[in-house]
């Protein structure tokens, strides 16, 4: 049974830091590629970063140079660190897991998701 339990969501002033972590189970989690997205009410879900099984980064304009993933191969672990928050961070942020393999030609895609953690950026 995969298990993707996110924490470190809260209440958090504008400007201040927020650090999220992501416990991955029952996955070989070191091959998968891990994202952070997040969904505000009324949009659609969105990345806001991701990293693959070799540790590359991708992050989107909006949070790039404030937001930082890291990957911890040996807890399962993902983490966000959030600085510089904005009120318009304000979301629900979703951990997630994805791995694509072909065997026999034919393609598989694994694609993991936790339940999400409320991160509010008010004062």
């Known amino acids: 049974q995969v298990q993707l339990v996110e924490s470190g969501g809260g209440l958090v002033q504008p400007g201040g830091p927020l650090r999220l972590s992501c416990a991955a189970s029952g996955i070989s989690f070191s091959i998968y590629a891990m994202g952070w997205y997040r969904q505000a009410p009324g949009k659609q879900r969105e990345l806001v970063a991701a990293?693959?099984?070799?540790?590359?980064?991708n992050y989107p304009d909006s949070v790039k140079g404030r937001f930082t993933i890291s990957r911890d191969n040996s807890k399962n672990t993902v983490d966000l660190q959030m600085n510089s928050l904005k009120p318009e961070d304000t979301a629900v942020y979703y951990c997630n897991a994805y791995k694509r393999s072909v065997v026999h030609g034919v393609p598989y895609e694994y694609d993991y998701w936790g339940q999400g953690t409320q991160v509010t950026v008010s004062s």
């Open positions: 990293i693959t099984s070799s540790g590359s980064t």
